[in-house]
């Protein structure tokens, strides 16, 4: 039977119920977000789907609440919330609709559930303390969402609804950037792996144009490689590779002789006419050509390599 209604609490929102809708109505673009406590309502039929409210989970009947005592819980015991329920279930469907490749879509769908969903489902029970971020937690997009309600002293009858509704496309903006964010990066995988290989020894990745690179070279244990280059609009980039996310600390530093020179002073220092500018903090040199950037290159890597012989 056709779905013709999600149903959901009334009354103020979180972020769990918020981000439910956001999957459901992309699926069910045609059935109407209902917000109610009313029995008739919260009672299972083909004809919805009912999430964060009903107080039981059952797949089958498509009821997905988890107020109830014992609430439902992942294989490894943390607590799900309605958003972590809905994501199992109707998550692998919502990536075919956001048309991301099939083969892609398993790997796209737990790193979206462990780095999204879950910390939603932690907070939403309680399992984590929103003091977990310390004093960015009002920047969490929990906070930022429940942001949205309306203020104590608005009386309307239509508040809640209208808060919640106001704030569904923005929900939906968050978690459509994420799918495309890691759809990206699975396409960048292919890319940049061939682009280590092509490297072979050599010290220099050269990439077809800007795109995460990082985990394609750890995978092929390219510790050799120092500096990437890739063009950038009308010019070409070399920047350095950090040693982790954690840290600024990179592999190798462009030389410093050419910190903060832009222009001529930079092509009289390093003899490669085209380049035109280099950071101060030595991690990024921009040359106006493929050329020009491999020829800094090659430089930087021989400055490199006597730098690090010189401190053994």
């Given at each position: 039977?056709?779905?013709?209604?999600?149903?959901?609490?009334?009354?103020?929102?979180?972020?769990?119920?918020?981000?439910?809708?956001?999957?459901?109505?992309?699926?069910?673009?045609?059935?109407?977000?209902?917000?109610?406590?009313?029995?008739?309502?919260?009672?299972?039929?083909?004809?919805?789907?009912?999430?964060?409210?009903?107080?039981?989970?059952?797949?089958?009947?498509?009821?997905?609440?988890?107020?109830?005592?014992?609430?439902?819980?992942?294989?490894?015991?943390?607590?799900?919330?309605?958003?972590?329920?809905?994501w199992a279930?109707?998550?692998?469907?919502?990536?075919?609709?956001?048309?991301?490749?099939?083969?892609?879509?398993?790997?796209?769908?737990?790193?979206?559930?462990?780095?999204?969903?879950?910390?939603?489902?932690?907070?939403?029970?309680?399992?984590?303390?929103?003091?977990?971020?310390?004093?960015?937690?009002?920047?969490?997009?929990?906070?930022?969402?429940?942001?949205?309600?309306?203020?104590?002293?608005?009386?309307?009858?239509?508040?809640?609804?209208?808060?919640?509704?106001?704030?569904?496309?923005?929900?939906?903006?968050?978690?459509?950037?994420?799918?495309?964010?890691?759809?990206?990066?699975a396409r960048?995988?292919?890319?940049?792996?061939?682009?280590?290989?092509?490297?072979?020894?050599?010290?220099?990745?050269?990439?077809?144009?800007?795109?995460?690179?990082?985990?394609?070279?750890?995978?092929?244990?390219?510790?050799?490689?120092?500096?990437?280059?890739?063009?950038?609009?009308?010019?070409?980039?070399?920047?350095?590779?950090?040693?982790?996310?954690?840290?600024?600390?990179?592999?190798?530093?462009?030389?410093?002789?050419?910190?903060?020179?832009?222009?001529?002073?930079?092509?009289?220092?390093?003899?490669?006419?085209?380049?035109?500018?280099?950071?101060?903090?030595?991690?990024?040199?921009?040359?106006?050509?493929?050329?020009?950037?491999?020829?800094?290159?090659?430089?930087?890597?021989?400055e490199a390599?006597?730098?690090?012989?010189?401190?053994?």
């Open positions: 039977m056709t779905i013709t209604h999600l149903v959901t609490h009334s009354g103020g929102f979180h972020a769990d119920e918020l981000l439910s809708s956001v999957v459901l109505t992309k699926l069910f673009p045609k059935a109407k977000v209902l917000r109610s406590r009313d029995r008739q309502w919260i009672m299972p039929s083909d004809d919805k789907i009912i999430y964060d409210v009903g107080g039981q989970y059952d797949a089958t009947a498509q009821i997905f609440d988890h107020h109830q005592r014992p609430g439902p819980l992942r294989s490894d015991d943390q607590p799900y919330s309605s958003f972590g329920l809905i279930h109707y998550g692998m469907e919502y990536l075919t609709a956001m048309d991301v490749p099939t083969q892609d879509a398993e790997t796209i769908h737990a790193k979206f559930d462990s780095n999204f969903v879950l910390p939603i489902d932690l907070l939403d029970n309680g399992a984590m303390e929103p003091s977990v971020a310390g004093p960015l937690s009002i920047m969490t997009l929990p906070a930022l969402l429940g942001s949205l309600k309306p203020v104590f002293d608005d009386v309307s009858p239509t508040a809640d609804d209208d808060a919640f509704f106001g704030a569904l496309p923005i929900a939906r903006s968050f978690v459509e950037a994420q799918i495309r964010k890691l759809a990206a990066k960048a995988q292919s890319m940049a792996a061939k682009a280590v290989a092509d490297a072979g020894t050599l010290a220099i990745l050269e990439l077809p144009m800007g795109m995460p690179y990082r985990s394609a070279m750890d995978e092929a244990e390219a510790d050799h490689i120092l500096f990437v280059v890739n063009p950038r609009g009308s010019d070409w980039t070399i920047g350095g590779i950090k040693l982790s996310n954690d840290t600024f600390e990179q592999r190798a530093d462009l030389p410093a002789a050419w910190a903060g020179l832009t222009d001529t002073a930079l092509e009289e220092v390093c003899g490669v006419k085209g380049a035109k500018f280099c950071h101060k903090a030595r991690f990024i040199a921009v040359a106006s050509s493929r050329e020009a950037i491999l020829k800094m290159a090659e430089i930087a890597v021989t390599l006597k730098e690090q012989d010189a401190a053994k």
